[in-house]
């Protein structure tokens, strides 16, 4: 946790991967990326200013609802955000898929059987589900000239975010051998027996690591 932060230029270069992480989601949504970027990055100088080190918080969990609420900012700005063909074929192929293992597995598909069935990437998978669904206003008080809302057809982003930096943060504190077990567990979505097979050991032996593991991960991130 950082006790005060360091020059304000500086700081603001080496987290700048925060804004591209934010941009990155709305790509395709009917503004360049360019533009994007930009009203991240003023996101990002405003979190710099705005941020106070007694709160005893990481500075990515609160730069992530800054630099997101510039870029929805824009958005207002520039009205409703279309989403491209491509991603609405996208979305059509997603729910054929989806019924078809329903019916015959009872299930729905993940993320990432879905990626590899389509040849396409879990991001583009995810934007294609959100774009399906009903569009939801960036704020309640937003309303344009008529008295509508503008709205974005996907949900708040930032506790998401915020949960997967926070995870990557913890990840990197764990070990070369208990990090490939939980990516294995987790992110290939493998059993036990599977990464036991995998990792030349036991499942008795690998359900005692994982426990350990997730037991520390979650003592960290609680912090």
């Known amino acids: 946790m950082l006790s005060v932060l360091p020059p304000r230029e500086g700081f603001i270069q080496e987290n700048l991967g925060l804004v591209h992480l934010c941009a990155s989601r709305f790509k395709g949504r009917g503004i360049e990326y360019d533009d994007l970027y930009s009203a991240g990055c003023l996101g990002l100088i405003k979190a710099y200013d705005g941020f106070d080190v007694n709160r005893k918080v990481c500075f990515s969990t609160y730069a992530v609802p800054v630099i997101l609420g510039e870029i ?12 491209s063909r491509s991603i609405k074929e996208l979305s059509i192929k997603i ?8 019916k015959k597995e009872g299930r729905e598909p993940t993320i990432t059987e879905l990626a590899q069935r389509l040849s396409v990437t879990e991001d583009q998978i995810i934007l294609a589900i959100q774009a399906s669904q009903p569009t939801l206003s960036l704020s309640p008080d ?18 998401e975010l915020s949960d997967k930096l926070a995870l990557r943060e913890v990840m990197e504190t764990l070990t070369s051998e208990e990090r490939r077990l939980i990516q294995i567990r987790f992110f290939q979505g493998k059993t036990q027996s599977e990464t036991a097979e995998i990792l030349h050991t036991t499942q008795v032996q690998i359900s005692r690591k994982e426990r350990k593991i997730l037991l520390s991960m979650r003592t960290k991130l609680l912090k």
């Open 142 to 159: 937003t309303t344009d000239e008529n008295g509508k809302d503008f709205d974005v057809p996907v949900p708040s982003h930032e506790e």
């Open 95 to 102: 729910n054929a898929i989806r019924e078809k293992m329903l």
């Open 72 to 83: 929805k900012k824009l958005f207002r700005e520039n009205g409703t955000v279309k989403v």
